[in-house]
């Protein structure tokens, strides 16, 4: 159970995540409400490649291994998220997530995630705009 305090905090933790900035406070309010915290042990596979899109996470406290292929791309700490591209299309993940150390994120489902898309248009025009940039980003540093 998420107390007010905690409840105001992951909104703010939220906020921060570049793909939902663009949402109003309500919005993201929604969401937390609907999200929950989850704690994971070491080594505990949070994502797997090829697997199916259920939430997107954001690291809390801990940090993860990012893996594709087998080999270690990124790691992952607090602020840090993963899952936001599977949620948005439904296709399977790209990469492995697993928890390098004792890990707490705040899991955001995609039932939740797609009923904010469906109440704001104007986030979900927003939304491209951040996955274009993004996009861009990628083919310039590729």
Request: charged share 25%; glycine share 8%.
């Given at each position: 159970?998420?107390?007010?305090?905690?409840?105001?905090?992951?909104?703010?933790?939220?906020?921060?995540?570049?793909?939902?900035?663009?949402?109003?406070?309500?919005r993201?309010?929604q969401?937390?409400?609907?999200?929950?915290?989850?704690?994971h042990?070491?080594?505990?596979?949070?994502?797997?490649?090829?697997?199916?899109?259920?939430?997107?996470?954001?690291?809390?406290?801990?940090?993860?291994?990012v893996?594709?292929?087998?080999?270690?791309?990124?790691?992952?700490?607090?602020?840090?998220?993963?899952?936001?591209?599977?949620?948005?299309?439904?296709?399977?993940?790209?990469?492995?997530?697993?928890?390098?150390?004792?890990?707490?994120?705040?899991?955001?489902?995609?039932?939740?995630?797609?009923?904010?898309?469906?109440?704001?248009?104007?986030?979900?025009?927003?939304?491209?705009?951040?996955?274009?940039?993004?996009?861009?980003?990628?083919?310039?540093?590729g």
């Amino acid at each position: 159970m998420k107390t007010t305090q905690d409840a105001q905090e992951l909104e703010r933790l939220l906020g921060e995540v570049p793909l939902l900035k663009p949402l109003s406070a309500k919005r993201r309010r929604q969401l937390v409400d609907r999200s929950r915290v989850v704690n994971h042990d070491t080594g505990h596979v949070l994502a797997a490649e090829g697997g199916g899109a259920l939430a997107m996470h954001l690291i809390l406290a801990g940090s993860a291994a990012v893996t594709t292929g087998g080999e270690q791309v990124r790691t992952l700490r607090p602020g840090d998220y993963f899952g936001e591209i599977s949620l948005i299309d439904g296709k399977p993940r790209s990469a492995e997530v697993t928890a390098a150390e004792p890990l707490s994120v705040l899991a955001v489902p995609y039932q939740a995630f797609q009923e904010v898309l469906d109440a704001e248009p104007a986030f979900a025009r927003e939304l491209l705009v951040v996955l274009c940039a993004r996009l861009r980003e990628a083919e310039s540093s590729g």
